[in-house]
């Protein structure tokens, strides 16, 4: 398989450091960046990947310019849920009727790219809780064990079926534990779960993930975020294999070191990934008449932030 990560963000990097090493003449690995300064500057000096005390610099293949690489079986997209639409047209040489797409965003708001009109790639969706940490332009820490999910959201061919199973079992040889859903959206839902009760409130916080379990006011309210959020899946008729709030508490304090991705925006001033997680709850809430002020509240937290940055960046 020849298989493509378009950006090169912490799991983009990550996937593709994991990739790379457990490559072979059958599998070829590329990473793409939009941005041809960066691009060239990584290709310069190497992706530089920690993981378990070891720190390595790989000489991964990376291109900024999707016409030279040209169709390739599997294109996993790492970008933000808010520069999807933009990432997908700039992808589009990638993509053929067979490419299957891998939509490895936060929230829920890249759903709606399940029936894409120009029929170029086949929509796979994916959750996955590796923790990955990006430490500079190009150099990420893997900051935790997960587990990976891939699936489809519609029926497909049995060709499609089969690619799918043959990428999972490329990601359990390059140490990505990977299994195909049948349900992807109650899996999709769980991750949503999880980051409406994390992710803000680091940002908020400005704390590691498990930081937030030693207070005990945070902790009250991440419980309350997820159950409002886990009322509104329950009107959207979405089926729950767990307790979202035992599950939440759970994955906060696996992963007690990790520096959640919303949180690594903020310290960078970029914008947060807050409408496709916390505003989708907001949203199917006022779909379905279920009120959801505490995820209301958090989300004009997070968006008093950045304009805070953003107004202090245009002075």
Known sequence: MKIGIIGPGALGCLLAARLFL???????????????DRAAMLNNQGIVFEADGVKQKLAIPLSSNPSEIGPIDVLFSCVKSH??????????????????????QNGIGHLQYNKRA?????????????????LAPGHTKHAGKGQT?????????????????????????????????????????????????????????NLPNGQLLKSSAIKETMKQL???????????????????????????????????????????HRPTEIDAINGAISV??????????????????IKTIEKTYHEYTTQ
């Open 22 to 36: 457990a490559a072979s003449e059958q599998n070829k690995i590329v990473l793409i960046d939009h941005n041809p």
């Open 83 to 104: 520069d999807l639409e933009k990432s997908l047209t700039f992808a589009t040489p990638l993509l053929s009727s067979a490419t299957l797409l891998i939509f490895l």
């Open 118 to 134: 120009n029929g170029q790639g086949i929509p796979v969706f994916a959750t996955s809780s590796e923790g990955a940490t990006l």
């Open 149 to 205: 999910y891939l699936g489809f959201l519609s029926q497909q061919q049995q060709t499609a079926e089969k690619s799918l199973q043959q990428l999972a079992a490329i990601l359990q040889q390059a140490n990505i534990t990977c299994s195909v859903s049948s349900d992807i959206l109650s899996r999709l839902w769980a991750k949503l779960f999880v980051n409406v009760g994390i992710n803000a409130l680091t940002a908020i916080h």
């Open 226 to 268: 997820v159950r409002e959020a886990e009322q509104v899946a329950i009107a959207s008729g979405i089926t729950i294999r767990e307790d979202p709030v035992a599950a939440t508490l759970a994955v906060c304090e696996h992963t007690a070191k990790n520096i959640s991705s919303m949180l690594q925006d903020v310290r960078r």
């Open 284 to 301: 199917h809430g006022h779909k379905n008449n279920i009120a959801t002020p505490l995820n209301d509240k958090t989300i004009a937290q």
